[in-house]
């Protein structure tokens, strides 16, 4: 098992997730990272230029899931829940 942390733009991310109805898909992803970050499906990507180290998983078709894994703590770090293009 994962400890899961935030990072302050999850906090931010999060009100855009429940006023987009997206929260159950979230739930879904978040319990997946706690249990094994690596689980596939659903299908993960790594993430290159300026998020080299963090993965991606797709919320939707539109907004993803970015994380970082720590495996020395056994921590993976969610980045954002949103589009990590903006």
């Keep these: 098992m994962y400890q899961i ?3 302050s733009q999850v906090k931010k991310d ?3 997730i429940n006023r987009a109805g997206l ?3 979230v739930m879904k992803l978040i319990e997946i990272l706690h249990n094994n970050p690596y689980q596939n499906p659903p299908p993960y990507e790594k993430l290159l230029g300026d ?3 963090s993965y991606s ?3 939707n078709i ?3 899931l970015i994380y970082q894994i720590y495996e020395d ?3 993976v ?3 954002r829940m949103w589009t990590h293009y903006e």
């Design 14 to 16: 999060a009100k855009k």
């Design 73 to 75: 703590e056994k921590t």
């Design 62 to 64: 539109q907004h993803r």
């Design 5 to 7: 942390i935030y990072s």
């Design 51 to 53: 998020l080299l180290g």
């Design 23 to 25: 929260k159950n898909n």
């Design 77 to 79: 770090k969610i980045i």
């Design 57 to 59: 998983r797709r919320i």
